[in-house]
């Protein structure tokens, strides 16, 4: 077995437990800058958008690492990774905000 296919299903598992564990609300320590952010900040945001957020990103880009491997081309990673992580940017700080 190839040495990247491990390792890219190793990271693909990892991605996959972390999008299930903030999915299921056990892992909100997951989501970076929210851990660390003062109560003030955190009630800025809805928790549970944010967790959805996060959550589908992390299973996307999982699944996206693993089909990867089977098309040869590094462009398709970054048109299927990057549209998603900009939408998730902007979503997070405007969807995912309390008003």
């Known amino acids: 077995m190839n040495t990247d296919f491990v390792i890219l299903i190793v990271v693909a598992v990892l991605l996959l437990v972390c999008g299930v564990l903030i999915l299921l609300g056990s892992g909100d320590w997951l ?11 955190k009630e800025k945001y809805n928790l549970p958008r944010l967790r959805l957020l996060t959550g589908l990103t992390c299973l996307y880009t999982a699944i996206v690492l693993v089909v990867s491997y089977f098309v040869d081309s590094e462009l398709f990673i970054t048109c299927a990774i990057l549209p998603v992580v900009i939408i998730t940017i902007l979503l997070s700080n405007t969807w995912a905000k309390r008003k």
């Open 31 to 41: 989501i970076s800058g929210y851990n660390t952010a003062s109560k003030q900040k």
